[in-house]
């Protein structure tokens, strides 16, 4: 698959890569920092991603707002969002189901945790049938 990871921390994004290249996946990543740069990818011209993976607290554009604009995009608003976030705020997420999301994942605080959660995800949405552009 690929995958569009946003996320405005190095080190969760190097966790992340980490995870990929644990799980000898053929799984391309796409990384961008924040909603804005995301959706300036996703509105290139550029092969659409097929799931993509969103942080909630950045800056510039955070993931509700992102999710807000993917969603008035025809194009690509059935692009799976799966949210992966600290934040436990039960408003963050009947905010991001409202909207529409494929998930919600709280990111464990253990390494060996975070691994094996989106080994999960990402061996879930390995099974599904794709949107694909
Ligand atoms: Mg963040």
Known sequence: MDIL???DDAIETMKFQRTLSKLNSKHKLIEARNGEEALEFLQSEKKLPDVILLDLNMPRMNGI???????QHDKIKYLPTVV???S???DDLLECYKIGIAGYIIKPLKYED???KLKTVL???SINELVKA
């Open 5 to 7: 990871f946003i996320e």
């Open 65 to 71: 707002e992102f999710l807000g604009k993917l969603k």
């Open 84 to 86: 992966l976030t600290t």
């Open 88 to 90: 436990e705020n039960r």
């Open 114 to 116: 975070y691994e094996a």
């Open 123 to 125: 061996e879930y949405w």
